[in-house]
């Protein structure tokens, strides 16, 4: 059997079924899902993995870390709803902490008797350098039970690489026996760790477009009271973005100035919130934007489709960022997007002239014509809605669970290469 490509991310879901029934693992596995805390974002891939595991006759339970995000101020509904129902072989080790609480001892404690409690064939756990995954790893190694899959977007260009901090990186992560990464250029990031391409898939960072798109079409079919209650200009581009200085929201507002949009009429809505707030209206008070670009601080996830539904586009200007899961959103929705070549989703999601633009990062003159081409041009905006919108259907939860699950059946196909190698 050739394991060395991934399956083709334009697969059909009648291939990724047939690939699937091909390659049904020979015993049932116990599969354990552990993550700090199941947000809004992990409940669809979940579910959907959960589906998928009973489908060909798998076990799935999850240990949820901590019962609090360390991320997300706003009030998790999908997770809520998730809990309420009561789902089988699922437990929160602290219910009432976070990441930042500490607690270290108290978790190994747990997980380790939720590692006796389910006995697990394979473990799927986020990141590599969690402390939750580092303690798996030893575990790992010391008893040799189970295999070991990390879930991760890190790739090469994030930021500057210290060369024996990789050194060390390169350790750890080779005690893994397999990844479920972002895009192919995690993927090549994933192999320079000691991760074989044999034994990584792509699908990582994917969202319920279903849900998007639906909730989108009927923000649309609204929009009069979707405006009114965000407060929402009659028409905006957007940027969804944590305030940090990594973000590049001030350049993002110079480029918008250069642009001339807002002479056309066009405003800037931000979503988000963070420590760089302050200089980012003192440059918006500097430019004279104070009547064109809107702030909003905390929007839940489950209701921004209606942001994304009546912009004309979304712009990313980060320095870098892993991957950009707010393009996913926006393209859900059925709206181009702009990105830098650094963004996780440039050249994986977003293709240049066909369903957006990628600039450089710092390039504000570039940044500005594109925000100019994109917002005049009415043709042009609507053939790079129609392609993104068919771009991200094929980045869905079933992406997600079907590369999970092949992964986990993998480790136990002994025909395969994973054994052994």
């Not at 669809?44 to 901590?66: T, W």
Request: one cysteine or more.
């Amino acid at each position: 059997m050739n394991l060395e490509p991934a399956p083709s991310i334009g697969a059909s879901a009648g291939a990724s079924a047939a690939y699937s029934r091909g390659t049904r693992a020979k015993r049932r596995l116990q599969v354990l899902f552990v993550i700090g805390n199941l947000s809004d974002y992990h409940v669809p891939r979940y579910e959907a993995l959960a589906r998928l595991a009973a489908s060909r006759g798998h076990q799935l339970s999850l240990v949820e870390v901590f019962g609090k995000s360390g991320q997300y101020g706003f009030p998790q509904d999908r997770r809520a709803a998730f809990f309420d129902a009561r789902p089988s072989n699922v437990v929160t080790l602290l219910d009432e902490a976070g990441e930042t609480d500490g607690h270290w001892s108290r978790v190994g404690i747990r997980l380790l008797a939720s590692l006796r409690r389910f006995a697990p064939d394979v473990i799927v756990t986020l990141g590599y350098s969690t402390s939750y995954s580092v303690f798996l790893c030893l575990l790992k190694l010391l008893r040799k039970r189970f295999a070991l899959i990390y879930m991760s977007d890190s790739k090469t260009d994030d930021g500057r690489r210290n060369a024996l901090k990789e050194r060390l990186k390169r350790v750890l992560v080779s005690k893994f026996d397999a990844a479920l990464v972002a895009g192919e250029k995690h993927r090549a990031y994933a192999k320079s760790l000691g991760i074989p391409m044999s034994r990584s898939r792509i699908g990582f960072d994917v969202i319920d477009v279903e849900y998007f798109a639906q909730a989108s079409r009927e923000a649309r079919a609204n929009a009069s009271v979707v405006r009114a209650g965000f407060g929402l200009p009659a028409r905006y581009i957007m940027c969804v973005s944590r305030f940090v200085q990594r973000k590049n929201i001030n350049l993002l507002i110079e480029a918008f100035a250069r642009s001339g949009a807002h002479a056309a009429g066009i405003s800037l809505v931000l979503v988000g919130q963070g420590p760089c707030e302050g200089k980012i209206r003192e440059t918006i008070d500097r430019h004279g934007l104070n009547e064109r670009v809107v702030i909003l601080d905390s929007v839940p996830n489950q209701k921004m489709p209606s942001v994304y539904s009546l912009s004309e586009f979304v712009v990313l200007a980060s320095a870098f960022d892993q991957w950009g899961l707010c393009i996913n959103e926006a393209f859900a929705a059925g709206k181009p997007a702009i990105v830098t070549r650094t963004c996780g989703v440039a050249n994986e999601l977003v293709i240049d002239g066909k369903n957006g633009f990628i600039v450089e990062p710092g390039d504000v003159p570039a940044l500005a014509d594109r925000i100019r081409k994109l917002s005049t041009n009415t043709a042009l905006r609507e053939r790079f809605s129609e392609n993104a919108a068919a771009t991200i259907q094929r980045w869905t939860p079933t992406l997600f669970a079907t590369n999970v699950v092949e992964l986990a059946e993998l480790m136990f196909d002994t025909a395969s290469p994973l054994n052994g190698s």
